[in-house]
């Protein structure tokens, strides 16, 4: 069994991500899964588990944020009874109940200072101290981290220690913003549409050529969990239609940025792509001093797209 088939998609920056994954997952190394808010970091988490030697054992996940500060250290770690008011017993934590397999720590941004240091820890001696405990327990558990903030800028504020970024980003993993694989959109859009018909008993709308073509403009705030509702909602109100740009909620419709984009008109006798694109390709090289990250910025494209292009063109990097 593929256990990566839940991530659709065939970009570049995708494979790229999917065959960096897979190596990952047969290892028990400590990953850090850094992308942006509904870009699919639990479903990458949970499909690395489940192809891991772990995957037989539990899978446990915790959103740090959605629990307030002064319950987190319980929540993970455990507590002893009379630790503090209301804890009338013992209480097992997150580790112990992932014991031989894997704690998923998401949106770790906002795990608090006090916990970082006991999570770093673990990280390095597999000790845990349960709150009001005197005798740390050990537990054999691999740790996922995702993160949908810069953590260096955490570490620059003060609000992230930087030991522990260098533990959890033994392998970082990002995932590409659904903006930057705008040609996933139409696979994503069809897997959709066809679990929600058969969730719904309805049958499934398609996107038109010039709806598809808005779609791929506009920015995805909210990523492929943006579109997953979009595809739902459509699928109940416009079942068994085709749809057009004006079937679209009108975010979608007036999201087209134009403030950077140069009035270009194709000349009468028409150009040659290939050689543009390579010469664009170029330009952003030369601007950087051959820096691809910022070269890719530039191109509006992610980093793994472009080195795919460069490859492509044959061209030579500084």
Known sequence: MD???SIIGQSPALEALIRSARMVAATDVTVLIKGETGTGKEVLASAIQKDSPRAAKPFVTLNCAALPEGLVESEIFGHKKG?????????QGLFQAADGGTLFLDEINSLPLSIQSKLLRFLESGECMPVGGTKPYHVNVRVIAATNSDLNQ????????????FRLNVVPLEIPSLHQRSDDIETLAKHFFAHFAEAHSLQAPSFSKQALRTLRTYKWPGNVRELRNLCERLSILLAGRVIEPE?????????????????????????QLDALEANMIHQALTRTNGNRSKSARLLGISRDTLLYRIQKHGLATH
């Open 83 to 91: 630790a503090f008011t209301g804890a009338i017993s013992d209480k």
């Open 154 to 165: 955490l570490i620059e504020l003060g609000e992230f220690r930087r030991d522990l970024y």
């Open 247 to 271: 079937n679209l909620p009108h975010e979608f419709t007036n999201s087209i940025d134009t403030s950077s984009v140069v009035d270009f008109k194709l000349p009468e006798l028409g150009l």
């Open 3 to 5: 256990h990566f088939s």
